[in-house]
């Protein structure tokens, strides 16, 4: 009798590997080079290390690896680079802004405009800690991101009530865009671009066919029906009425360049891009034409140098535009070096508004370029996020929710650098304010949640009745 061997072959069902471990890796350069950062700071500028560094790096760690523990356990296949690089651009911040703190100039400015001086890196290191909060909140209460489609018409009327509501309070440094009570305040708009990208997404995900139908050809262009027209119109409306109202060029950029790309994702209509550009330059020149503080903006913009002019020309009132564009031309190559720059000349805005000016003057245009890589990174993971995700939805959210970003960054980036007029708007995570650090944490948080789904195996099937698992029999 003749005996035979049967190999038998197991067909496996695991998925990708989760990358968790990766990512604890990053978010250990991510706290490592901060705190280097604040050390260097501190022999620049007083010679010695700074007393707070332990804690410093203590409450960094801390807030990593809570982050880190929470994406593990509700997101384990999440994308391994969002929140390394979030970190990492939250802990250079903190270290950019207690710099500037140590600046006598900064405290003798507060008191020529008859204000209080006060240390910002406290509060920012406290509204970090909120951020991060957040984002575990997001992360363990939200199971799905496709429950938010449910919410696609309240997300609009919520986002139009955030975009309203600064109208009726008093303007600060000439734009409306902060609501006040007694000394809290919030910047609404930082929570809408999250708002509206779910509307937006919702919305285009539902009329998208109707929205790429053409009815006619003009030089290589396919135009839209006319009754299409209909809610770029309005959306291009809204923007401007922001625009005249509050007279916030920043967020009216935001919206709608959102829409804008966000109707080009999902039409592929190249004329929807077309179209867009061409209502917001006349929209941006109409506005400006008689907008008073819009005008101050563009004319600031066109010549920054004239408030040294004699005579000064009546609308040159700041010096902040031509300070950052000295500041980026003393940093170099590779900058003065950390706390040895001159950027806290420009003033109250230093740690806010033109906090990139000081990236570029310490850090130069490798810091600079460094820090306009890491934001491109988190764009580039997004978008990798939107090919990766299974649901239409997810698609456009992904898009959405990096668009935002990404245009939040170019035009912050390119008012301090001159390249467009100045929007009032903050370097994400960066940049001193307690509602851009809530708002874009919760956007990654959003982004994780979205590459988990993604990028999670899918399920293995059901067991069958008549075996426990499929086999592959080779004699």
């Known amino acids: 009798m003749s005996s035979s061997t049967t190999n038998t072959t197991t067909i496996s069902t695991a998925g990708p590997p989760s990358r968790r471990n990766t990512e604890l890796a990053m978010l250990a350069f991510a706290v490592i080079i901060p705190v280097f950062a604040y050390a260097n700071a501190g022999l620049a500028l007083s010679d010695e290390l700074p007393s707070g560094m332990l804690s410093y790096g203590i409450g960094l760690g801390l807030l990593a690896g809570v982050g880190h523990l929470v994406v593990r356990k509700f997101a384990p296949y999440a994308d391994p680079l969002l929140l390394p690089i979030a970190t990492l651009l939250n802990g250079l911040g903190l270290v950019i802004i207690w710099r500037l703190d140590q600046s006598r100039r900064l405290a003798v400015r507060a008191e020529q405009i008859g204000q209080t001086f006060a240390p910002s890196a406290p509060n920012q290191l406290m509204y970090s800690a909120m951020g991060v909060a957040l984002f575990v909140a997001v992360l363990i209460l939200l199971k799905d991101h496709r429950i938010l489609q449910r919410y696609t018409y309240i997300s609009m009327i919520g986002a139009l009530i955030l975009l309203i509501l600064p109208m009726f309070f008093p303007a600060r440094f000439g734009a409306r865009?902060?609501?006040t009570v007694g000394s809290f305040s919030i910047q609404p708009g930082e929570f809408a671009k999250i708002i509206i990208a779910v509307f937006f997404s919702g919305y285009l995900m539902v009329k998208r066919d109707a929205l790429a139908l053409a009815s006619r050809r003009f030089m290589g262009l396919y135009l839209p029906r006319g009754r299409d027209l209909?809610?770029?119109?309005?959306?291009?409306?809204?923007s401007i009425l922001i625009l005249v109202f509050e007279t916030d060029l920043g967020s009216s950029l935001l919206f709608f360049g959102l829409f804008v790309v966000m109707l080009y994702v999902a039409t592929e209509r190249t004329s929807w891009i077309v179209f867009g550009l061409l209502m917001s330059a006349v929209g941006a020149v109409g506005v400006a034409s008689f907008e008073s503080h819009v005008k101050v903006r563009v004319m600031s913009w066109l010549h920054p140098f004239a408030v040294y002019d004699n005579p000064r020309p009546s609308w040159a009132t700041t010096d902040q535009i031509a300070l950052s564009l000295m500041s980026f031309g003393s940093g170099g190559v590779s900058g003065s070096g950390w706390g040895q720059g001159a950027s806290d000349l420009i003033?109250?805005?230093?740690?806010?508004?033109?906090?990139?000016?000081?990236?570029?003057?310490?850090?130069?245009?490798?810091?600079t370029m460094a820090f306009l890589l890491l934001y491109g990174l988190i764009v580039e993971r997004g978008m990798r996020t939107a090919l990766a995700a299974r649901d239409p939805f997810g698609k456009l959210l992904a898009v959405g929710l990096s668009a935002a970003f990404g245009i939040q960054v170019f035009v912050v980036a390119g008012g301090v650098m001159g390249l467009i007029p100045l929007t009032?708007?903050?370097?994400?995570?960066v940049a001193y304010g307690g509602s851009s650090v809530l708002a874009n944490w919760a956007l990654v948080a959003l982004l994780i949640k979205?590459?988990?789904?993604?990028?999670?195996?899918?399920?293995?099937?059901a067991p069958s009745t008549d075996a426990e698992m499929?086999?592959?029999v080779r004699p």
């Not at 009032?424 to 995570?429: I, L, S």
């Open 424 to 429: 009032g708007m903050t370097m994400p995570f």
């Open 347 to 367: 003033g109250f805005a230093a740690n806010s508004d033109f906090i990139l000016a000081t990236v570029g003057e310490e850090l130069g245009l490798a810091g």
């Open 470 to 472: 499929t086999q592959v």
């Open 177 to 179: 865009i902060w609501i």
């Open 450 to 461: 979205i590459s988990d789904t993604a990028r999670r195996p899918a399920p293995a099937p």
């Open 230 to 238: 209909g809610p770029i119109l309005i959306v291009w409306a809204m």
